[in-house]
């Protein structure tokens, strides 16, 4: 399994922005598609978006499009997500996750087969 690790989680405001990281051990990171999903207490983990091999190709949950986005550098083995407009609904453990045996976007747990530990991130209203 592909060993991920998150950073960049905290405490901000409302309205305020926030960008996580996710770097991945391996030579190969290049080649499968990887995604960012959270979890809210009490809630289901839920698809928050996802990038393909190159970046070309991007998918986002609807209730972040337009605030949140997701890029990668394929040269330091992260992934970035990018939240903006950040509201306490947003408010939940953000995990990154691989998905090696999957090509193009995929949005379903079950298609990533490697997940990092999780960050907090926690927004005041």
């Known amino acids: 399994q592909v060993q991920l690790v998150e950073s960049g989680g905290g405490l901000v405001q409302a309205g305020g922005s926030l960008r996580l990281s996710c770097t991945a051990s391996?030579?190969?990171?290049?080649?499968?598609?990887m995604g960012w999903f959270r979890q809210a207490p009490g809630k289901e983990r839920e698809f928050v978006a996802g990038?393909?091999?190159?970046?070309?190709?991007?998918s986002y949950g609807d209730s972040v499009t337009g605030r949140f986005t997701i890029s990668r550098d394929n040269a330091k083995n992260t992934v970035y997500l990018q939240m903006n407009v950040l509201k306490s609904e947003d408010t939940a453990v953000y995990y990154c996750?691989?998905?090696?045996?999957?090509?193009?976007?995929?949005?379903?747990?079950?298609?990533?087969?490697?997940w990092g530990q999780g960050t907090q991130v926690t927004v005041s209203s």
């Open positions: 391996g030579r190969t990171f290049r080649s499968y598609p």
């Open positions: 996750a691989a998905a090696q045996f999957f090509l193009g976007v995929p949005r379903r747990e079950y298609e990533y087969d490697s």
């Open positions: 990038i393909s091999q190159s970046g070309t190709g991007t």
